[in-house]
C-alpha cells in the first residue's frame, strides 16, 4: 500500500528515499515507525520494509499516515515461514512458540535478502538514498554496498540497557 501526501511540495525524484528494515518484533518495529513519520515529515520518501502479517499490526500506523498525507510506503514481503519449519504466518519474535525455533526464524528472515534486493532495484522514479536497518540485519549492509549507497543500523535497546552492557565489558566481576 502507498500513502501520498504533498509533503513539503518537492518532487519525488528530488526527495531523499529512506528505506526501513525493522526487526519483526514489536519492541523494534515500534520505534521504526516513529523514524519513518519524522523522516516523512521532513519531505523524505519512505518504504518501510515489512510482512503481510505485521503489516496489518501496523493497521493504525498506517491509517495515521494516510490521514497526515505523509509519503509512506509499507512494502510487504513474502515471510518463508513454512520453508524453515515455522508455523504458517509465523512472522514475528512474538509468534515463536519454542525458543528452539529462533534459529529457524532468524534464517528466514536473512531470506528476505533477495526479495527486497529486487523491490530497490525496481525503484527508477525513486531510487533509495539509504537504509536504515535493525542491527540484526546483517544483510542489509550487502544491499546498501551493491547499490552504493549509505547503511544505518538502528538498535532497539534502550540507553539504560546499553549503558549495562558497556559497563558489563569495561569491569571484571
Known amino acids: 500500500m502507498t500513502f501520498t501526501g504533498s509533503g513539503d511540495g518537492q518532487s519525488g525524484s528530488m526527495r531523499a528515499h529512506f528505506v526501513l528494515v525493522p526487526m519483526l518484533a514489536q519492541g523494534h518495529t515500534i520505534p521504526i515507525t516513529d523514524m519513518a513519520r519524522l523522516l516523512a515529515e521532513h519531505g523524505a520518501h519512505v518504504s518501510f520494509i515489512t510482512t503481510p502479517v505485521n503489516a496489518s499490526r501496523l493497521a493504525g500506523f498506517a491509517a495515521d499516515v494516510e490521514a497526515s498525507g505523509l509519503e509512506v510506503r509499507l512494502m510487504e514481503l513474502h515471510f518463508p515461514s513454512a520453508e524453515f519449519g515455522l508455523p504458517d504466518g509465523c512472522e514475528n519474535l512474538d509468534m515463536i512458540q519454542s525458543t528452539d525455533l529462533l534459529?529457524?526464524?532468524?534464517?528466514?528472515?536473512?531470506?528476505?535478502?533477495?526479495?527486497?534486493?529486487?523491490?530497490?532495484?525496481?525503484?527508477?522514479?525513486?531510487?533509495?538514498?539509504?537504509?536504515?536497518?535493525?542491527?540484526?540485519?546483517?544483510?542489509?549492509?550487502?544491499?546498501?554496498?551493491?547499490?552504493?549507497?549509505?547503511?544505518?543500523?538502528?538498535?532497539?535497546?534502550?540507553?539504560?540497557?546499553?549503558?549495562?552492557?558497556?559497563?558489563?565489558?569495561?569491569?571484571?566481576?
Open 103 to 173: 534459529p529457524n526464524f532468524m534464517y528466514a528472515i536473512a531470506m528476505l535478502q533477495e526479495p527486497l534486493k529486487a523491490y530497490l532495484h525496481e525503484q527508477q522514479c525513486s531510487p533509495p538514498s539509504c537504509i536504515i536497518s535493525d542491527l540484526i540485519h546483517w544483510w542489509t549492509g550487502d544491499i546498501a554496498r551493491e547499490l552504493g549507497i549509505p547503511r544505518l543500523t538502528f538498535s532497539g535497546f534502550c540507553g539504560f540497557s546499553s549503558l549495562i552492557r558497556y559497563n558489563q565489558k569495561r569491569q571484571t566481576l
